[in-house]
């Protein structure tokens, strides 16, 4: 079964930068994609950033211009670099494997973004 951890996430002010590491157990080369969701309370997960084999990405508009997604394949690792934060960004993050169905099964417990005034 596959685990994915994520890490990095914190409590900071408005305009603020955050990077997000996600590790994978295996290779991440096995998934269509790789992707960054988020769970803001009382609201359903989304996808917020993903990063194909190839290296071509996608972002949702409200990330668009400040969010950068990235891998490591050799260290089987996903990024997620965080810029201009406000407060709609604070959600719990997590990273998952795209596969042919969606996502997999195997979400981890995800980390805090908090973006206070």
């Known amino acids: 079964q596959v685990q994915f951890v994520e890490s990095g996430g914190g409590l900071v002010q408005p305009g603020r930068s955050l990077r997000l590491s996600c590790a994978v157990s295996?290779?991440?080369?096995?998934?269509?994609?790789m992707d960054w969701y988020r769970q803001a309370p009382g609201k359903q997960r989304e996808l917020v950033a993903e990063?194909?084999?190839?290296?071509?990405?996608y972002y949702s508009h409200s990330v668009k211009g400040r969010f950068t997604i990235s891998r490591d394949n050799a260290e089987n690792t996903v990024y997620l670099q965080m810029n201009s934060l406000n407060s709609e960004d604070t959600a719990v993050y997590y990273c998952?494997?795209?596969?042919?169905?969606?996502?997999?099964?195997?979400w981890g417990q995800g980390t805090q973004v908090t973006v206070f005034s």
């Open positions: 990063v194909n084999r190839d290296g071509s990405t």
């Open positions: 295996g290779s991440i080369n096995r998934f269509y994609a």
């Open positions: 998952n494997g795209r596969i042919s169905s969606g996502p997999t099964d195997a």
